[in-house]
């Protein structure tokens, strides 16, 4: 099963709760009117796909070894908010480990759906 998270560019809330509402709110307005991906979220997955390579990056015989359900990933966002939706079909743990380090340490929050981890 498919897992699914954003990163996010701050400012956010500070509260989690109503953090979590705003997110899903820009995320709603953000696909109503698509804008171009802000520059630090780019760079983070640029950083990821040297890791985690995009199945375009892979030969064929080695697409299974994706872990990523959607890509490019680029294509996954708007402005100051991507979506990262992860392959069911590995261990994903330690991508989502890697996603919210490298989010964090590039002072971008990343949320899971339930708890935002923030820099």
């Known amino acids: 099963m498919p897992y699914s998270m954003m990163v996010l560019v701050p400012p956010v809330p500070d509260d ?3 953090a979590i509402d705003w997110i899903f709110e ?34 064929d015989e080695r697409a299974d070894e994706c872990v990523w359900a959607e890509s490019p990933l680029e294509g996954n966002g708007h402005g100051k908010l991507l979506h990262f939706a992860l392959s069911g079909r590995h261990d994903i743990d330690p991508l989502i480990a890697h996603i919210v380090e490298a989010a ?5 929050i990343a949320f899971d759906g339930e708890t935002l981890h923030r820099p």
């Open 16 to 18: 989690d709760a109503e």
């Open 26 to 59: 820009l995320d709603e307005s953000l696909a109503a009117r698509p804008q171009p991906l802000d520059q630090r979220l780019k760079d983070l997955v640029a950083a990821l796909v040297r890791i985690y390579p995009e199945p375009r990056d892979l030969p």
């Open 104 to 108: 964090n340490s590039r002072g971008l």
